[in-house]
Every structure is written in structure tokens, then in C-alpha cells.
């Protein structure tokens, strides 16, 4: 099972949330948060889509790299978080 959905390059984790019976995605290896929610696939990856063109608009905006930066140190902190919940 594969629960690996990728949109132009970018790859989301897909889970199913049981309390609100949604499928949920998130992208990882982004500088910040941005998932989305459905109750089907058809329109898991429309959201998946939105999400993303949201989430690289600010990014552009703010003048943010949309994608983690490795330095090679292990280190913490949050970084900007923009979401969308459908």
C-alpha cells in the first residue's frame, strides 16, 4: 500500500483520520504546514493541488525557499505554517 501522493514534485503523506472519516494529506520536506482533507480520492488530490498552490504563493510572496534547507545539523524550531482544512 502506497500512501505517498506527489503533485509536481512535491510528496504528501496520506493518512485516514477514523474521527472525522477524511482522508488527510500532508507535504513534507515543505519550511512549513500544508495539508488538506477529503472524503474521497478525487477530491483528496484537488485539495492536495490547492493546498500546494496556496502554500508556494506565500512562499513567493514572502520571498520564502518553499523547501526545507539541510544544513546537516539536527536542530528544532517551528517553522511558517500556512494550512487549509476543507
Known sequence: ???IL???GYKAVISFDPETEMFRGE?????G???FYASD???LKQEANTSLR???DECKKRGIEPKKQFS?????????????RS
Open 54 to 56: 496556496i502554500f508556494l
Open 6 to 8: 506527489s503533485i509536481d
Open 72 to 84: 546537516g545539523k539536527l536542530s528544532s524550531g517551528s517553522g511558517t505554517c500556512f494550512s487549509r
Open 27 to 31: 507535504f513534507i520536506d515543505l519550511n
Open 33 to 35: 504546514g500544508a495539508d
Open 41 to 43: 480520492v478525487t477530491n
Open 1 to 3: 500500500m502506497n500512501n
